[in-house]
Nanobody, 127 residues
Framework: QVQLVEAGGGLVQAGGSLRLSCAAS????????MGWVRQAPGKERECVAAISRGGGSTYFADSVKGRFTISRDNAKNTVYLQMNSVKPEDTAVYYCTARFAWQTAHVMKDPGSYDHWGQGTQVTVSS
């Protein structure tokens, strides 16, 4: 069973950048499609980005498209979320997630489709 540990959250001003990382252990990282799911207070969980096993396919929510990028380094068992031009509405707890196989965007955007979750890291964007 894969374990996921996020890092890199914090406080950032609107318009700034932040990079989240997620280190995986206890499983064969390259077998998992990875995602980043966020949850803001009082709001539903939202998958903002996902990446396939080899990194050739990605998904981005409309709310972050053009501002966030996702990447992975299978040699380091790590997935990244680069957040640029952040907005106050990006404030949330960000969770690293994993599922065994890449599916269509309809599946990948569903937070409930992920089997493994990290503990989350808080991102706060000040205006």
């Amino acid at each position: 069973q894969v374990q996921l540990v996020e890092a890199g959250g914090g406080l950032v001003q609107a318009g700034g950048s932040l990079r989240l990382s997620c280190a995986a252990s206890g499983g064969t990282f390259s077998r998992y499609a990875m995602g980043w799911v966020r949850q803001a207070p009082g709001k539903e969980r939202e998958c903002v980005a996902a990446i396939s096993r080899g990194g050739g396919s990605t998904y981005f929510a409309d709310s972050v498209k053009g501002r966030f990028t996702i990447s992975r380094d299978n040699a380091k068992n790590t997935v990244y979320l680069q957040m640029n031009s952040v907005k106050p509405e990006d404030t949330a707890v960000y969770y690293c997630t994993a599922r065994f196989a890449w599916q269509t965007a309809h599946v990948m955007k569903d937070p409930g489709s992920y089997d493994h979750w990290g503990q989350g890291t808080q991102v706060t964007v000040s205006s």
